[in-house]
């Protein structure tokens, strides 16, 4: 008689414990929202640059732009980018030796932008198309490249670094 007293007791326990009788009274917690995966340029604290790939007939570049925590950025804005062609094997005085170069700047304190700036699917990557190189592509060198975007807080750091 024991064994079945204790059988019928672990049932009721386990059926008190299953909260069938509940009618549901307690408030429902949303879920907290995941952090923000992307931050946009005016919200940046940091902004970094890194080029991926040149395009060799166009010249058309693409980058990713990240804050300095490797979130990617959305929304860029002012740019300026630079192409120069350095010659090899120059012996100069100066720190920056005999070169072509061609600067596009695309803000909103200029009219017009010779190039165009798209975002790509991913966000935090884009995609800049220049135009009118014919010039600077048919010097001989090496192609360095500078890409400076301009955030409400922030700017990425003017380096001159050799195409990808």
Same mark, same amino acid.
């Given at each position: 008689?024991?064994?079945?007293?204790?059988?019928?007791?672990?049932?009721?326990?386990?059926?008190? @414990?299953?909260?069938?009788? /509940?009618?549901?009274?307690?408030? &429902? $917690?949303?879920? %907290?929202?995941?952090? #923000? +995966?992307?931050?946009?340029?005016?919200?940046?604290?940091?902004?970094?640059?890194?080029?991926?790939?040149?395009?060799?007939?166009?010249?058309?570049?693409?980058?990713?732009?990240?804050?300095?925590? @490797?979130?990617?950025?959305? /929304?860029?804005?002012?740019?300026? &980018? $630079?192409?120069? %062609?350095?010659?090899? #094997? +120059?012996?100069?005085?100066?720190?920056?030796?005999?070169?072509?170069?061609?600067?596009?700047?695309?803000?909103?304190?200029?009219?017009?932008?010779?190039?165009?700036?798209?975002?790509?699917?991913?966000?935090?990557?884009?995609?800049?198309?220049?135009?009118?190189?014919?010039?600077?592509?048919?010097?001989?060198? #090496?192609?360095?490249?500078?890409?400076?975007?301009?955030?409400?807080?922030?700017?990425?750091?003017?380096?001159?670094?050799?195409?990808?």
């Amino acid at each position: 008689m024991k064994h079945k007293s204790l059988i019928v007791a672990s049932l009721l326990l386990c059926l008190g @414990g299953c909260d069938w009788l /509940d009618d549901d009274d307690d408030p &429902v $917690v949303p879920p %907290k929202p995941e952090p #923000e +995966q992307s931050v946009s340029i005016n919200e940046a604290e940091s902004l970094k640059v890194a080029l991926s790939a040149v395009d060799p007939q166009s010249q058309a570049l693409t980058f990713s732009l990240t804050t300095a925590e @490797g979130k990617p950025v959305k /929304d860029a804005g002012s740019n300026y &980018v $630079v192409y120069l %062609k350095m010659p090899a #094997e +120059q012996v100069s005085a100066f720190s920056m030796p005999w070169h072509k170069g061609v600067r596009f700047e695309c803000s909103e304190t200029v009219d017009t932008c010779a190039g165009t700036m798209e975002a790509l699917e991913t966000e935090g990557q884009y995609r800049f198309t220049p135009e009118g190189l014919e010039e600077l592509n048919q010097t001989e060198g #090496e192609l360095k490249l500078a890409v400076i975007l301009t955030g409400a807080k922030a700017q990425s750091a003017p380096e001159l670094v050799s195409a990808p």
